[in-house]
């Protein structure tokens, strides 16, 4: 799948901060995804990491100072910034973030900042710093103004910090900022749209240790949610059992059985733009849950469970007077199309998607079939978080259109 940022022109800036040890990692993961890096070090970044080691993974020698006459008109802030899409200073200190505030132009740095086209290269700022100095009325009054200058800020993250003390102001991870990178150059299609997601099993108990549910990862539906959030829509996601990361800018509950989806969804429903089912739902739960263990009484009977019907969760959205627009997901295990036109007229939805659940379940790719009303088509084989981007575009196309 090609990066959002392939092809983009990024000034990457280090000001002075332990953090800059991440950010030869953020490189190679930029340059990976085809990105062109350009890095530019404050003096005191050098005291930090060498500008040998971010030549070395950029592929360009580093700009560090104003004063450098490589450049045949020596205006290396006007030339580096007139080439690029973004400017992204991390780690941004508190030092540095005061600078911008105030407009200074005295280092590399915030000289180029202040002399970038503003419209053309946008600025992000991953600030790094220890928790007291992030807190201070200063470094927030100057954040308040770098942001209302149009600086789009990344993080910080909340954790331990290299001073040994614990608290906000730690520069996101590498991988963070490539994704919070990756998201800022996703085209907005859904932008101002609101979603909500289902996704993962559902978990039925039995008794206070057993319990009954699925295979279903919960990767699909994830996946989806991080597509539309990088999409620009606010997105809530409800799932079930699942180690899966949440992703970035999503809200997310989590819930065990059908009976808890179908409650956190539904006070939700009517605001939202559309309702992706990507849930496996258990369609039958316990009829009753032991208060305590089910033990052996040594006879070597087995226990009767009996069962009952949990309630559809997406054809009760579906019928809400305001449904949004509904799409449910059929894991099936024979035919696939059949059972998916069926499934789509009985919930009575206007999408569904279909996949080969037993073949799917718990790995990183998929195939899709969409069945709507005039028809079918595929998505062949591919990533679950390509398929999940293709599926947005879908829904974007759709939500557009006059209903
Ligand atoms: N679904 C739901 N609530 C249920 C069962 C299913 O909301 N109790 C939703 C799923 O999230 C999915 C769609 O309905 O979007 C289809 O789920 P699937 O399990 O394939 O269909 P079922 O309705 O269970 O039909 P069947 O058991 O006949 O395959």
Not at 233 to 243: E, H, K, R, S
Not at 298 to 325: H, R
Request: glycine share 6%; proline share 7%; hydrophobic share 50%.
């Amino acid at each position: 799948m090609q990066s959002p940022l392939n092809g983009r022109r990024l000034l990457l800036a280090l000001s002075g901060g332990i953090a800059a040890y991440k950010v030869a990692e953020l490189v190679r993961l930029l340059v990976k995804a085809g990105a062109e890096v350009q890095v530019l070090m404050s003096e005191a970044a050098t005291q930090f990491i060498t500008p040998v080691t971010l030549q070395a993974l950029s592929g360009r020698p580093v700009v560090l100072s104003q004063w450098d006459a490589a450049a045949p008109n020596a205006m290396q802030h006007i030339n580096t910034s007139r080439a690029a899409d973004a400017m992204l200073i991390a780690p941004a200190s508190a030092d540095m973030i005061a600078r911008l505030a105030q407009g200074r132009a005295d280092e590399i740095v915030s000289l180029t900042a202040l002399a970038r086209p503003r419209e053309g290269c946008p600025l992000l700022v991953a600030p790094a710093m220890n928790r007291e100095m992030w807190s201070h009325p200063a470094t927030q009054r100057n954040l308040a103004q770098v942001q209302a200058d149009g600086a789009t800020l990344l993080g910080p993250g909340c954790g331990e910090q290299a001073c040994g003390e614990v608290g906000d102001g730690r520069m996101l991870e590498a991988a963070e900022l490539f994704d919070a990178l990756e998201a800022f150059f996703t085209p907005k299609r859904l932008a101002g749209r609101r979603l909500l997601v289902s996704a993962g099993p559902t978990y039925e108990a039995i008794d206070p240790v057993r319990g009954i549910t699925n295979r279903s990862s919960g990767k699909m539906g994830f996946a989806i949610a991080r597509a539309a959030q990088r999409a620009g829509a606010q997105v809530t996601l409800v799932a079930g059992p699942v180690a899966l990361p949440t992703p970035r800018g999503v809200t997310r509950i989590d819930i065990e059985s059908a009976r808890d989806l179908l409650a956190a969804v539904l006070p939700l429903a009517p605001q939202q733009d559309a309702f992706i089912a990507t849930a496996a739902v258990a369609d039958w739960r316990p009829a009753a849950v032991a208060e305590h263990k089910i033990k052996k009484d040594g006879s070597g009977a087995t226990p009767v469970l009996a069962f009952t019907e949990n309630p559809d969760v997406l054809a009760t959205v579906a019928a809400l007077p305001d449904a949004p627009y509904c799409v449910g997901f059929a894991a099936e295990s024979e035919k696939l199309l059949e059972h998916a036109r069926a499934k789509r007229l009985r919930k009575n939805i206007p999408l569904i998607v279909a996949n080969l659940g037993p073949a799917t379940f718990g790995r990183d790719t998929n195939a899709l079939l969409l069945v709507d009303a005039a028809g079918h088509r595929e998505l062949p084989l591919a990533a679950k978080d390509e398929l999940a981007e293709q599926l947005i575009a879908e829904l974007a196309t759709r939500l557009d259109a006059p209903r």
